[in-house]
């Protein structure tokens, strides 16, 4: 297809109002990745899915995180409460096969958030 | 915990003149290297990984584990050059990326 798709691809919300970032990987991709992209940083790992099972969630800054991929595909960022803190640049990535030599990450054009 | 840096965030160059963007890591294990490029409305995407030891687009990078370091070179900057580049780190065994804070590179033509 035409590659790793996120929509909305602009999200402005109120502090305190909850948002769902929506990202549709390339399909047959088993490896999908949310980054969390501050301005002037580089990404920063936030969750990471093989297939439907949520391998690591480290880097989920707070429990007001939650992601999803409950059919292995398409995958879900909910924020609930939405502080300023949280506005940035939020990047999802997919790759076909996990641990392999010649794996390639592919990525979204992100959803930027904006937190008033 | 494992870290990138990149010292410089803006980077000028003439077009023809040499390229290097410097990248330092701290990590105790045996990391993979990554460099990503995003350009002017464009998605981040892999420019080379130091596993394939490849050349891409004329650039290289070679890893110094002496010095911790993964400086991506090109002996002659083209205009098209110009975009953000991100060094990255990976665990083996683990998936994640961590990723430096980038370097704007201007080719001034």
């Known amino acids: 297809g035409a590659g790793v798709s996120q929509s909305p691809r602009y999200k402005v919300a109120k502090r305190g109002q909850d948002v769902a970032l929506r990202c549709d990987p390339i399909s047959g991709h088993v490896s999908l990745f949310w980054y969390q992209q501050a301005l002037g940083q580089g990404p920063e790992f936030l969750t990471y899915?093989?297939?439907?099972?949520?391998?690591?969630k480290s880097g989920l800054p707070s429990d007001r995180f939650f992601a999803e991929r409950p059919e292995g595909s398409v995958s879900t960022l909910k924020i609930q409460r939405t502080q300023q803190e949280d506005s940035a640049v939020y990047l999802c990535a997919s790759s076909f096969l996990p641990g392999q030599d010649n794996e390639k990450l592919f990525f979204g054009s992100g959803t930027q958030l904006s937190v008033l | 915990a494992q870290r990138v840096t990149q010292p410089e965030k803006l980077l000028s160059v003439f077009k023809g003149a040499p390229v290097e963007l410097k990248c330092n890591y701290s990590?105790?294990?045996?990391?993979?290297l990554f460099w990503y490029v995003q350009y002017s409305r464009q998605r981040l995407q892999l420019l080379l990984r130091?596993?394939s030891r490849e050349s891409i687009k004329g650039f290289t990078a070679d890893l110094n584990k002496g010095e911790t370091s993964f400086h991506l070179k090109k002996p002659f900057a083209q205009e098209e050059d110009s975009a953000m580049y991100y060094c990255a780190l990976r665990d083996f065994g683990n998936e994640k990326l961590t990723f430096g804070t980038g370097t704007r590179l201007t080719i001034i033509p």
């Open positions: 899915f093989q297939n439907e099972a949520q391998l690591d």
């Open positions: 990590y105790s294990g045996s990391p993979e």
């Open positions: 130091h596993i």
